[in-house]
């Protein structure tokens, strides 16, 4: 493949991927008044042993700025979706935990993101293209992990 023909690949992922980010976060704030960073910050917190991490982890996992978590959390805290506070142990080490009512709007909230990510975009992959993302995307997280561990 030449050089032109990644570059014109690369230009289609930006300009494809940054549509469909926009139009879910357009369509999950109309239909479930959540945004993709608050779906995505209640849905790793749901995973976690406990339904808490630590906000350095929980940053590094959703690959935000300690400043940008922070302020993401300030407003899920007020929505009551989350808490923070420090472990007994370390009052340096602050936690998030996902509260009752956290679960309950992602419980109500992942019908609705999963409708929308079949609607536009799964519903259009080949099995071969859904092998491509699997080869490529995978290793490309891993790599870029590495660089900020």
């Known amino acids: 493949m030449s050089r032109e023909q990644t570059l014109r690949a690369w230009r289609a992922y930006i300009e494809g991927s940054g549509r469909l980010m926009s139009e879910l976060e357009r369509s ?3 239909e479930c008044d959540m945004d993709m960073g ?4 209640l849905l790793v917190l749901s995973e976690a042993p ?8 929980l940053a590094r996992e959703l690959s935000f700025a300690p400043g940008r978590l922070s302020y993401r959390a300030g407003v ?7 808490t923070r506070g420090t472990s007994g142990n370390d009052g340096r080490v602050v936690w998030a935990e996902l509260t009752d009512a956290g679960s309950r709007a992602l419980r109500k909230t ?15 992959l080949s099995e071969e293209d859904a ?11 891993e790599r870029l992990r590495d660089l900020h561990i």
């Not at 608050?38 to 910050?41: L, P, T």
């Not at 406990?50 to 982890?57: A, P, S």
């Not at 092998?131 to 997280?141: C, N, S």
């Open 50 to 57: 406990g339904k808490r991490l630590r906000m350095g982890d």
């Open 76 to 82: 899920l805290e007020k929505r009551g979706w989350i």
């Open 110 to 124: 992942r019908p609705v993101h999963a409708r929308l990510v079949d609607r536009l975009m799964l519903d259009y």
């Open 38 to 41: 608050d779906f995505n910050v």
């Open 131 to 141: 092998a491509a993302l699997l080869r490529i995307f995978p290793p490309l997280d």
């Open 28 to 30: 999950m704030k109309v």
